[in-house]
Protein backbone atom coordinates (compact mmCIF):
# COMPACT_ATOMS: atom_id res chain seq x y z
CA UNK A 1 0.00 0.00 0.00
CA UNK A 2 1.52 3.41 -1.12
CA UNK A 3 1.85 6.31 1.62
CA UNK A 4 -1.74 8.38 1.43
CA UNK A 5 -1.12 10.97 -0.54
CA UNK A 6 -1.73 14.10 2.18
CA UNK A 7 -3.06 16.30 -0.10
CA UNK A 8 -5.38 14.72 -2.51
CA UNK A 9 -7.23 13.03 0.16
CA UNK A 10 -10.72 11.57 -0.56
CA UNK A 11 -12.42 12.64 2.44
CA UNK A 12 -15.28 10.35 2.48
CA UNK A 13 -13.93 7.06 2.23
CA UNK A 14 -11.65 8.12 5.50
CA UNK A 15 -15.13 9.66 7.53
CA UNK A 16 -16.48 6.32 6.51
CA UNK A 17 -13.85 4.01 7.60
CA UNK A 18 -13.65 6.29 10.88
CA UNK A 19 -17.65 5.92 11.42
CA UNK A 20 -17.07 2.29 11.75
CA UNK A 21 -14.22 2.99 14.54
CA UNK A 22 -15.75 6.21 16.52
CA UNK A 23 -19.46 6.82 18.13
CA UNK A 24 -21.66 9.42 15.96
CA UNK A 25 -20.75 12.11 18.34
CA UNK A 26 -16.87 11.55 18.19
CA UNK A 27 -17.59 11.54 14.38
CA UNK A 28 -18.93 14.70 14.50
CA UNK A 29 -16.37 15.83 17.09
CA UNK A 30 -13.51 14.65 14.44
CA UNK A 31 -14.84 16.97 11.69
CA UNK A 32 -15.45 19.75 13.84
CA UNK A 33 -11.87 19.51 15.18
CA UNK A 34 -10.65 18.93 11.26
CA UNK A 35 -12.51 22.33 10.52
CA UNK A 36 -11.58 24.09 13.77
CA UNK A 37 -7.86 23.23 12.59
CA UNK A 38 -8.22 24.83 8.73
CA UNK A 39 -9.51 27.77 10.44
CA UNK A 40 -6.44 27.94 12.77
CA UNK A 41 -3.87 27.00 9.69
CA UNK A 42 -5.14 30.03 7.74
CA UNK A 43 -4.23 32.26 10.86
CA UNK A 44 -0.99 30.96 11.83
CA UNK A 45 -0.15 29.99 8.29
CA UNK A 46 -0.03 26.35 8.60
CA UNK A 47 -1.03 23.60 5.36
CA UNK A 48 -4.76 23.27 5.77
CA UNK A 49 -4.69 19.71 3.94
CA UNK A 50 -2.73 18.68 6.78
CA UNK A 51 -4.04 20.02 9.65
CA UNK A 52 -7.71 19.05 7.81
CA UNK A 53 -6.10 15.27 7.96
CA UNK A 54 -4.46 15.39 11.17
CA UNK A 55 -7.87 16.99 12.98
CA UNK A 56 -10.06 14.22 11.05
CA UNK A 57 -8.19 11.29 12.75
CA UNK A 58 -6.64 12.78 15.90
CA UNK A 59 -9.51 10.47 17.97
CA UNK A 60 -9.42 7.04 16.16
CA UNK A 61 -8.62 4.90 18.77
CA UNK A 62 -10.46 6.56 21.48
CA UNK A 63 -13.09 3.18 21.85
CA UNK A 64 -10.24 0.84 21.15
CA UNK A 65 -11.05 -2.29 23.34
CA UNK A 66 -8.20 -3.53 25.66
CA UNK A 67 -7.78 -6.27 23.14
CA UNK A 68 -7.18 -3.62 20.25
CA UNK A 69 -4.96 -1.49 22.03
CA UNK A 70 -2.93 -5.04 23.09
CA UNK A 71 -2.84 -5.25 19.39
CA UNK A 72 -0.99 -1.93 18.77
CA UNK A 73 1.21 -2.46 21.33
CA UNK A 74 2.41 -5.74 20.33
CA UNK A 75 3.05 -4.82 16.62
CA UNK A 76 4.19 -1.72 16.94
CA UNK A 77 6.29 -2.39 20.43
CA UNK A 78 4.43 0.72 22.07
CA UNK A 79 6.05 1.77 25.45
CA UNK A 80 2.95 3.05 26.99
CA UNK A 81 3.81 4.62 30.87
CA UNK A 82 2.24 4.20 34.07
CA UNK A 83 -0.09 6.78 33.28
CA UNK A 84 -1.06 5.82 29.99
CA UNK A 85 -1.36 1.91 30.79
CA UNK A 86 -4.89 0.89 30.84
CA UNK A 87 -6.17 4.44 30.33
CA UNK A 88 -7.22 4.71 27.11
CA UNK A 89 -8.54 8.57 27.90
CA UNK A 90 -4.70 9.41 27.85
CA UNK A 91 -3.72 6.15 25.79
CA UNK A 92 -6.11 6.96 22.46
CA UNK A 93 -3.50 9.64 21.40
CA UNK A 94 -0.31 7.56 21.17
CA UNK A 95 -1.89 4.41 20.09
CA UNK A 96 -3.82 6.36 17.50
CA UNK A 97 -0.84 8.08 16.20
CA UNK A 98 0.32 4.02 14.84
CA UNK A 99 -3.17 3.27 14.02
CA UNK A 100 -3.06 6.58 11.49
CA UNK A 101 -0.39 4.31 10.00
CA UNK A 102 -1.87 1.14 9.87
CA UNK A 103 -5.03 1.88 9.14
CA UNK A 104 -4.73 5.09 6.96
CA UNK A 105 -1.65 4.74 5.82
CA UNK A 106 -0.20 8.25 6.88
CA UNK A 107 3.34 8.56 7.34
CA UNK A 108 3.77 12.14 7.60
CA UNK A 109 5.62 12.99 10.91
CA UNK A 110 3.90 16.33 11.58
CA UNK A 111 0.09 14.37 11.87
CA UNK A 112 1.67 11.61 13.53
CA UNK A 113 3.32 13.93 16.75
CA UNK A 114 0.00 15.83 16.00
CA UNK A 115 -2.06 12.81 16.92
CA UNK A 116 0.34 11.40 19.45
CA UNK A 117 0.21 14.59 22.07
CA UNK A 118 -3.15 15.77 21.41
CA UNK A 119 -4.08 15.19 25.02
CA UNK A 120 -1.09 16.33 26.88
CA UNK A 121 0.67 17.95 24.93
CA UNK A 122 4.94 18.14 25.37
CA UNK A 123 8.03 20.25 25.47
CA UNK A 124 8.63 22.45 22.20
CA UNK A 125 5.01 21.55 20.30
CA UNK A 126 5.34 22.32 16.74
CA UNK A 127 2.98 24.18 14.84
CA UNK A 128 0.45 21.67 13.86
CA UNK A 129 0.64 20.25 17.39
CA UNK A 130 -0.64 23.19 18.99
CA UNK A 131 -3.46 23.72 16.26
CA UNK A 132 -4.62 19.94 17.12
CA UNK A 133 -4.54 20.60 20.81
CA UNK A 134 -6.35 23.66 21.03
CA UNK A 135 -8.80 22.34 18.24
CA UNK A 136 -9.80 20.10 19.97
CA UNK A 137 -10.45 22.26 23.30
CA UNK A 138 -12.36 24.89 20.84
CA UNK A 139 -14.09 22.96 18.30
CA UNK A 140 -17.83 24.39 17.77
CA UNK A 141 -19.38 21.80 19.75
CA UNK A 142 -17.27 22.52 22.81
CA UNK A 143 -19.21 23.89 25.58
CA UNK A 144 -17.34 23.69 29.02
CA UNK A 145 -16.31 27.12 31.58
CA UNK A 146 -13.71 29.51 29.89
CA UNK A 147 -13.93 28.02 26.31
CA UNK A 148 -14.78 31.34 25.04
CA UNK A 149 -11.71 32.79 26.13
CA UNK A 150 -9.44 30.00 25.04
CA UNK A 151 -11.37 30.55 21.44
CA UNK A 152 -10.28 34.01 21.37
CA UNK A 153 -6.95 33.86 22.35
CA UNK A 154 -6.84 30.84 19.53
CA UNK A 155 -8.83 33.26 16.81
CA UNK A 156 -6.25 36.21 17.55
CA UNK A 157 -2.81 35.32 17.21
CA UNK A 158 -1.80 34.24 20.50
CA UNK A 159 -1.99 30.66 20.04
CA UNK A 160 0.84 29.98 23.11
CA UNK A 161 -1.37 31.88 25.15
CA UNK A 162 -4.67 30.10 24.56
CA UNK A 163 -2.18 26.53 25.32
CA UNK A 164 -0.66 27.92 28.09
CA UNK A 165 -4.60 29.15 29.54
CA UNK A 166 -5.90 25.22 28.62
CA UNK A 167 -2.96 23.81 30.32
CA UNK A 168 -3.43 25.55 33.42
CA UNK A 169 -7.25 24.77 33.44
CA UNK A 170 -6.81 21.31 33.08
CA UNK A 171 -3.81 21.12 35.87
CA UNK A 172 -6.15 22.93 38.25
CA UNK A 173 -8.86 20.33 37.48
CA UNK A 174 -6.58 17.77 37.56
CA UNK A 175 -5.49 18.96 40.90
CA UNK A 176 -8.78 19.70 42.35
CA UNK A 177 -10.16 16.29 41.27
CA UNK A 178 -7.42 14.67 43.26
CA UNK A 179 -6.18 13.19 39.88
CA UNK A 180 -2.39 12.34 38.64
CA UNK A 181 -1.12 14.84 36.47
CA UNK A 182 0.80 13.67 33.11
CA UNK A 183 4.39 15.31 33.20
CA UNK A 184 4.06 16.09 29.54
CA UNK A 185 1.10 18.38 30.23
CA UNK A 186 3.70 20.32 33.16
CA UNK A 187 6.40 20.70 30.18
CA UNK A 188 4.53 22.07 27.99
CA UNK A 189 3.21 24.58 30.22
CA UNK A 190 6.70 25.21 31.35
CA UNK A 191 8.47 25.54 28.19
CA UNK A 192 6.09 27.77 26.65
CA UNK A 193 5.37 29.89 29.75
CA UNK A 194 9.90 29.96 29.33
CA UNK A 195 9.41 30.53 25.75
CA UNK A 196 6.61 33.75 26.17
CA UNK A 197 8.57 35.95 28.72
FE1 LIG B 1 -8.52 12.70 22.05
FE1 LIG C 1 -10.70 14.94 20.44
Same mark, same amino acid.
Given at each position: ???????????????????????? %???????? +??????????????? /??????????????????????????????????????????????????? +???? +???????????????????????????????????????????? +????????? %????? /?????????????????????????????????????
Amino acid at each position: MNNLDIHNIDKDKIIEKLSTMLKP %NRLQHSIN +VANCAVKLSEIYSYD /KDKAYLAGLVHDCAKYFTKDQVDFYVKKYNIKLDPLETNNIALSHSVIGSF +VIQD +VFNIQDMDIINAVRYHTTGRENMSTLEKIIFMADMIEEDRNFPG +VDELRKLSF %NGQLD /KALITSLNNTIKFVIENNQLIHPRSVSARNYLMQENI
